[in-house]
């Protein structure tokens, strides 16, 4: 095996970046360091500005970093900014988050391949991808209703019964099933065996 010795990091930015799903808007910031202060100047950023400093409500939907984890962050922006609602995500739910979205289009299509002769290049390359992005951007017309999430659930219980269930019960619809109490008194039996 050969290994070469030519290669040194130069470094690395940390990428922040926020996502207006309606106005199809990008705020994005290289920083030298992650952390609580770093995520604090992105949200002044978005807030300081006009819609969002008069909004009576302004949805922060984040994952689990650790400088805006919990209840310190929530405390922290409702402080700063009273209109702000922090919705964390479930852990290992960040692809519910559209800015990750984004970023999977960053890595695609700004970063590949990595190539860059400077940690400056890196900077040039991610923000003016992110004007670039925001030209062609559109914003994210949600169309899907609680209603239509029943009807989904209904379609993927109806076809778990179906591949599952013994064939003398695939004629019974969902609605005829045993209720989960009685579930629970008949298969006790078989739990504790």
């Not at 040194?8 to 705020?27: E, M, N």
């Not at 030209?135 to 999430?149: G, N, Q």
Request: hydrophobic fraction near 40%.
């Amino acid at each position: 095996m050969r290994v070469e010795h030519e290669y040194s990091r130069a470094g690395a930015w940390t990428y922040l970046a926020a996502w207006d799903v309606h106005r199809a808007r990008i705020f994005g910031r290289c920083e030298k360091k992650s952390g609580i202060k770093p995520f604090d100047q992105l949200v002044d950023e978005v807030m300081s500005q006009t819609p969002y400093r008069t909004a009576k409500r302004v949805f922060w939907i984040i994952d689990n970093g650790s400088s805006h984890r919990g209840e310190p962050f929530v405390e922290r922006l409702e402080k700063k900014w009273p209109n702000a609602i922090a919705v964390h995500l479930p852990n290992h739910a960040s692809w519910l988050n559209q800015i990750e979205i984004y970023f999977a289009i960053v890595q695609k299509k700004a970063l590949t391949p990595n190539d860059f002769l400077s940690l400056e290049a890196v900077k040039k390359r991610l923000l003016d991808f992110q004007i670039r992005y925001q030209e062609i951007a559109r914003p994210f017309s949600w169309k899907f209703t609680r209603k239509d999430l029943k009807e989904k659930l209904k379609l993927i219980s109806d076809h778990i019964i179906e591949q599952y269930e013994p064939a003398a019960f695939q004629a019974l619809k969902t609605e005829n099933l045993l209720p989960w109490n009685k579930i629970q008194e008949t298969s006790s039996v078989y739990a504790n065996t």
